[in-house]
Structures are given as structure tokens and as C-alpha cells.
């Protein structure tokens, strides 16, 4: 009969890769919080858009409601006319063709209406909305302010929270290098260890004379030096700069889609107060 266990403790004096790997969860908690508050804005601009094409389609309703009730009329007046024979019928056929989109019109405005009431309602959590309550007759639009598109492309420049987020991916795709090149560092890990072991039986009856029982203590440092892996470092490496380069690429773009945004806003809100 045989007993024995082993415990141990390490402690790790010095590894880059772990150091690397601090700083990059950092940058991702970062990255993590800009892409929160971007998805509330983008929620936010959501629920104003799906609000409007709401407005929008009632207003077609009504107006489709209204075509349909003036068709109606020119209908029967054409319906009296023909029968005192004041009329010819492709006359009163075209007059029904009309009422016919008409009614085709009302059913699409009443279908726009139940679909722009559902978007709405899943944009709001379940909120189930009657009438909807539009601009004032007197609302006029305001421009920028301040009104200077080089102040809003400025701000995009720095402000523009995708552009930031990208920002961010771009320097955990330098970390990315960083860390590549950190498995050819040496590690060094401090060790300590308790070996307990027990048997007895046997020729020798056991593994020592004391009691058949031996135990070993040992606290030392223990150096790791990589030297060859096959080429896997060196691919680590070069994947990470070609990461680091499309995150370059990415923020670029993200730079310039935010610039174009920023045009065409100040370029629309211009020209609806100019109206």
C-alpha cells in the first residue's frame, strides 16, 4: 500500500505577455464603454426617425382618406350625369378606375400606419401609442450652433464616438504586436512545493527507515527561455501587423464616413431653415 500528494505554488516574477495583456484589457473596457453610449445614441436617433415616419404616415392617411372622399364625390357626380346622358361611359369607367387607387392608396396609407406603429413599438419596449403628436403649425427650423461646419467637423475629428471606438482598436491592435513579439521574452516564476509520500510492504519494507515515510520541500525560481516553436511566433507576429494595419484602414474610414456625415447634415439643416 502506496500514499502520496503534492502541493505546489507559483508565482509568476516577470512575463511581459501578461503585462501586455493588463493593458490591452483596459483598452477593451475602454472600447467596451464607447460602444455602449454609441448604441444609446444610435437608439436615440432610432426612436426619433421611427417617431417621424410615424407622423409621416398618418399624414398619408389622411390624405389618402381625403383623395378617396373627393373621388367619391366626382364618382356619383359622374354617375348622375350619365344617367341623363350628359356623359360618356369611358367617362364614368375612368372616374371608377379612379376611386379604385384611390381605395388601393388607402389601404397602402393604412398599411404604412400599422407598420410605422409597430416599429415604434419595439423601439420603445411594448409601448402601445394612439395618436401621436406632431410639430407645431408654427414650428420653425433653427440652423446649426454654432452655425460653422468647420466647428461640427472638428468635433467629429474628436468627438464622433465610432471613430473613437475604432480609435481604441487600432492601439489593441498595437498591443497585439506587442504581445507577438512578448513570447520570445523569457518567463520567470518563483516555486515552491511539498511532497508527501508513504508505503510499506515490500523487500525493503517501505521507502525509508524513517517510519516508511519520506518528504520533500523546495522553493526555488524557475527560468522559461523560448527557442523554437516552429515558426508559430514569427506568424503570430505577422498577423498581428497585418491586424494593425486593417485597424488602420478602419479608422480612416470611420474618419471620413464621420466627415461625410457631418457635410450632409450641415448642408440639410441649411437648407430646411433656408426654406
Known amino acids: 500500500n502506496s500514499v502520496g500528494y503534492q502541493v505546489g505554488l507559483t508565482q509568476v516574477l516577470f512575463d511581459r505577455g501578461l503585462y501586455l495583456s493588463l493593458d490591452t484589457a483596459a483598452l477593451e473596457i475602454g472600447r467596451a464603454g464607447i460602444l455602449t453610449y454609441d448604441a444609446q445614441d444610435s437608439l436615440r436617433i432610432s426612436v426619433a426617425e421611427a417617431y417621424f415616419a410615424a407622423l409621416s404616415a398618418d399624414e398619408e392617411l389622411r390624405f389618402a382618406a381625403s383623395e378617396k372622399s373627393a373621388i367619391e364625390a366626382v364618382l356619383a357626380q359622374t354617375r348622375d350625369k350619365a344617367a341623363s346622358g350628359l356623359v360618356a361611359d369611358a367617362e364614368l369607367q375612368m372616374a371608377q378606375s379612379q376611386l379604385d387607387l384611390a381605395e ?29 403628436k406632431g410639430l407645431s403649425e408654427n414650428y420653425i427650423p433653427a440652423p446649426p450652433d454654432p452655425n460653422s461646419i468647420d466647428v461640427w467637423i472638428e468635433r467629429a475629428s474628436s468627438q464622433n464616438l465610432q471613430l473613437k471606438a475604432q480609435t481604441l482598436a487600432t492601439e489593441l491592435a498595437k498591443k497585439s504586436i506587442d504581445k507577438a513579439y512578448g513570447l520570445r521574452w523569457p518567463r520567470l516564476d518563483a516555486l515552491a512545493a511539498y511532497t508527501y509520500q508513504y508505503a510499506e510492504g515490500g523487500i525493503s519494507n517501505g521507502i525509508g527507515a524513517d517510519g516508511n515515510r519520506a518528504t520533500d520541500e523546495r522553493v526555488g525560481l524557475q527560468l522559461k527561455i523560448p527557442i523554437f516553436s516552429g515558426g508559430a511566433i514569427s506568424s503570430g507576429i505577422r498577423a498581428a501587423q497585418a491586424g494593425l494595419t486593417r485597424a488602420e484602414a478602419d479608422q480612416a474610414a470611420k474618419k471620413n464616413e464621420a466627415l461625410r456625415q457631418v457635410q450632409v447634415a450641415c448642408d440639410f439643416a441649411k437648407s430646411v431653415s433656408a426654406r
Request: charged residues 15%; without cysteine.
Open 104 to 132: 388601393s392608396a388607402l389601404i397602402a396609407a393604412q398599411n404604412s400606419v400599422a407598420v410605422s406603429r409597430v416599429q415604434l413599438e419595439l423601439l420603445s419596449g411594448g409601448t402601445r401609442f394612439g395618436e401621436l
